[in-house]
């Protein structure tokens, strides 16, 4: 038995010695530093307690991040689940092309985030972008706005595409999981004379909890780590309103030279991530309790 | 069941508006790619590929990618199989705690990082190389498969351990040749999710490697976009896209169809 106890701690060493380095490190360095007046290159660093807290709570900017975030948030979340789930139920009663739909809907999930953003900055620009010359074409040419330079329309531009870039992956979720539900389910409500769209809201949406419920919790950390389209697209502008928290870090950290400022703010980011997560748990395990119950 | 034939126009319709618009900036990519337009003096069709292959020197920047993608793949392949066997089929002390431990690592955002992590790259000499990568993306697609694995190594049964053992093997033989094996098709899921993600990254390999002949092809497009003009048009600018986007595209046509199995490995239980 003892020598079974050293056996196990052996094969999760390699990992938890990257997780120490490479994650644990990392976060105490960070709460560490929130603490310093420093600009991350000099070797002195003046203590100065949570001033950095209190500056960042002062910086005007950091109402647009939090709104960019829930903005963000809430749109991508709500309507990719609705594509994905639309999709998926195409799919799962298969359509003519399901397969071919399927492969070709995933593409932008793969295809590499500096590579579409360069494409939508072409399209997107104001004088000679694609989408305002087919605009002008037929003639809307009052609707030909400067998408990506307006604060109005940039957050909604960078929503747009990360919703055509992940829709694919909700589908795919969605299918995946529909694959599992069993099929007597759905033979016992025909026989007992439940319509089609009676059985996809009362047993296929319900049946699906446990995946809305990963996506929105992903959905909602990713929209935390959003950091690709809006450095890529506008870097954070115009005027912050494509600010996201990774994206005003990295400007804090890299250009401003604010390192303790960028660590507070970091730390900031943790402990939202943390409290998603914590949510995730407590459903987790809510569920699972009902699970426990319907199965005595 | 059949579709009734209402329900069948209205989804075909909706699924042909969606590949367009999934489509559409892609085919303009290819279509440009071909084109003469814009600045400079492309000429347009196969000579805008040719000429990317005679001016802009894009084979260091595969290799970085190629090096950072295989080196984190190894890693993750060794680290996160001990690991998932460990948690799945050993008992020891603290089993549940430490599991959890990491799983908390799938939630902290690559931003919280980076800062700390580029100062211990440098500090090792190793900022613009493919080593500065390898590590840290291994770690994260580590945690991010270890339930995909466990959940793979949970369905192995366990009478496979006692007959082994009874048999007299070790537990590192039992592992190498008995259950690893067995594993390959929930590691071979995990790994396609690795390749997608450490072929993808920018974030981290825009700060740790900003010599732009050592960048990986993740973040080279960032540097056409501020190229552009008289003396590297558009035509060649999409051609660059194109190559660019070309060795994850055939990666993916391969990969595809293990994609939706891997999904629900990792979904069910999560």
């Known amino acids: 038995m003892q020598r079974r106890t050293i056996a196990g701690y052996m094969f999760i060493s390699p990992l938890f010695l990257l997780f120490a380095i490479f994650i644990i490190y990392p976060i105490i360095f960070n709460i560490y530093v929130s603490f310093f007046e420093w600009n991350g290159i000099r070797p002195e660093m003046n203590f100065t307690g949570i001033e950095n807290y209190i500056n960042i709570f002062k910086d005007p900017v950091m109402v647009k991040i939090i709104r960019n975030f829930v903005v963000f948030a809430f749109f991508t979340i709500i309507i990719q689940a609705f594509l ?10 298969s359509i003519k092309g399901s397969d071919f739909y399927r492969t070709v809907f995933y593409i932008p999930v793969i295809a590499t985030p500096a590579i579409i953003g360069n494409i939508f900055s072409r399209i997107l620009e104001t004088n000679r972008g694609q989408l305002n010359e087919a605009l002008r074409a037929i003639g809307l040419d009052f609707l030909a706005m400067q998408w990506l330079a307006d604060p109005k329309y940039a957050l909604g531009c960078i929503i747009a595409i990360n919703i055509w870039q992940w829709t694919g992956y909700s589908m795919l979720m969605y299918y995946a999981n529909m694959l599992n539900i069993p099929s007597d389910i759905y033979e016992a409500a025909t026989v007992d004379g439940a319509r089609p769209y009676q059985q996809f809201f009362r047993i296929t949406i319900p049946l699906l909890r446990s995946t809305h419920f990963t996506l929105f919790i992903m959905g909602a950390l990713g929209s935390l780590k959003c950091f690709d389209l809006p450095y890529i697209l506008t870097k954070g502008g115009p005027n912050y309103a494509t600010e996201f928290f990774p994206t005003y870090i990295n400007k804090k950290s890299f250009e401003l030279f604010d390192q303790g400022g960028a660590s507070a703010l970091t730390v900031i980011m943790l402990v939202i991530a943390m409290i998603i997560t914590l949510a995730q748990v407590m459903l987790y395990t809510r569920n699972n309790k009902d699970k426990e119950l319907a199965e005595r | 069941m059949k579709n009734s034939r209402a329900y069948v126009i209205l989804s075909e319709l909706v699924c042909i508006v969606f590949m367009l618009f999934c489509l559409y900036p892609l085919g303009l990519m290819l279509v440009k790619s071909f084109s003469s337009g814009g600045f400079g003096n492309a000429k347009g069709g196969f000579d805008n590929y040719i000429k990317v292959f005679e001016t802009v020197d894009l084979w260091p920047n595969f290799v970085t990618s190629f090096t950072v993608v295989g080196g984190t793949l190894l890693v993750v392949g060794v680290v996160t199989s001990m690991a998932a066997f460990a948690f799945s089929k050993l008992n020891f002390p603290a089993k549940n705690v430490l599991y ?10 690559v931003a919280a990082l980076i800062f700390p992590l580029f100062q211990v790259v440098k500090g090792l000499g190793l900022n613009n190389t493919a080593f500065s990568l390898i590590f840290p993306y291994a770690t994260l697609n580590a945690l991010f ?11 192995l049964p366990n009478e496979l351990m006692e007959a082994a053992h009874i048999d007299g093997a070790n537990t590192w033989r039992i592992f190498t040749r008995i259950l690893f094996p067995l594993s390959l098709p929930g590691l071979s899921i995990v790994l396609i999710q690795t390749f997608l993600l450490s072929w993808n990254e920018l974030q981290m390999a825009m700060i740790f490697i900003n010599k732009p002949a050592m960048q990986p092809i993740s973040v080279v497009p960032l540097r056409f976009m501020q190229n552009i003009g008289q003396s590297f048009p558009l035509g060649i600018m999409y051609a660059c896209l194109v190559v660019c986007l070309l060795p994850i595209a055939i990666f993916y046509l391969f990969a595809q169809r293990l994609m939706v199995r891997g999904l629900t490995a990792g979904a069910v239980k999560g």
């Open chain 1, 84 to 93: 994905g789930i639309s999709f998926a139920s195409f799919f799962i009663r």
């Open chain 2, 145 to 155: 498969n270890l339930i995909v694995l466990k959940n793979f190594f949970d369905g």
């Open chain 2, 100 to 109: 959890y431990l990491l799983l908390t690592g799938m939630m902290v955002p």
